[in-house]
């Protein structure tokens, strides 16, 4: 499996491009990013692009993948509507179209998020938004389009957020994930499950378009029996 991930330097992300590089089944990463991972690997390859609305100037690069991993979002808050569209169905739709014309015949798993509306008529609007977007992936002329709606999402293997804000809101919750875990099992998830259930799905393909966070986390507990390319996960 060829993958291109988008998104490798924020805590999903992070988790998504640690399980491609354990996972035996997955050949090659191509990052594509605003800055390098700092990270060295054989499987792993890196193009630092800085204009994420076009990406005309490498989409040669984009051809002879089987997935698309898109791990890019940012946070509505204290945001307007026409901006967050902007950084949010923009971008990704920018990406997501220079892929179906180099690679049409890959999977594309977006990373929503739990709560997302599909309508696109409701009183959230970061939910509409992503509801849009979503819609607008499915769309499009590829060999499967699947919608990751995690919930909470617990950082593993020393993973972090850059953003200072959110690390400082993981450093208070993040102790009560044991907790989280055993009171609200299908709402809680981890970045190892993450990027595991999304190896699965194009692997073996996903049993609906929509992936909310129980299902997300069953498809990755169904394949934790697989072994790394060692034997072992670190």
């Known amino acids: 499996m060829k993958v291109v991930l988008f998104g490798a330097t924020g805590m999903v ?44 100037a490498i989409e040669g690069e984009l051809a002879g993948h ?3 991993f898109f791990c890019l979002g940012v946070s509505s808050a ?3 509507e026409r901006d967050y569209r902007h950084l949010t169905y923009d971008l990704t739709l ?4 220079a892929l179906a014309r180099a690679s049409s015949a890959l999977t594309f798993i977006y990373v929503s998020g739990a709560g997302t509306d599909s309508s696109e008529h409701g009183r959230r609007m970061w939910a509409r938004v992503k509801g849009s977007t979503e819609n607008a992936l499915r769309a499009l002329p590829f060999k499967a389009a699947i919608m990751f709606r995690p919930g909470y999402i617990q950082p593993l293997h020393g993973i ?48 609906k378009p929509v992936l909310e966070n129980r299902d997300i986390n069953a498809i990755a507990e169904a394949g934790a029996a697989k072994p790394s390319g060692d034997g072992h996960r670190p």
Not at 94 to 97: D, E, K
């Open 94 to 97: 920018a990406a997501a179209r």
């Open 160 to 207: 972090t957020s850059r953003s200072r804000l959110v690390r400082l809101l993981y450093a208070v919750i993040g102790p009560l994930y044991p907790v989280w875990k055993a009171l609200f099992p299908a709402y809680v998830t981890t970045t190892e499950q993450v990027g595991r259930a999304m190896i699965r799905v194009v692997e073996q393909g996903a049993p």
């Open 66 to 68: 089987d997935a698309c």
């Open 13 to 56: 992300g992070q988790g998504v491009l640690r399980e491609c590089l354990l996972d035996p089944g997955v050949e090659s990463v191509l990052a594509i990013g605003r800055s390098s991972t700092g990270q060295r690997h054989d499987k792993l390859r890196e193009i630092v692009h800085r204009d994420f609305f076009d990406f005309s």
């Open 78 to 80: 204290g945001m307007g």
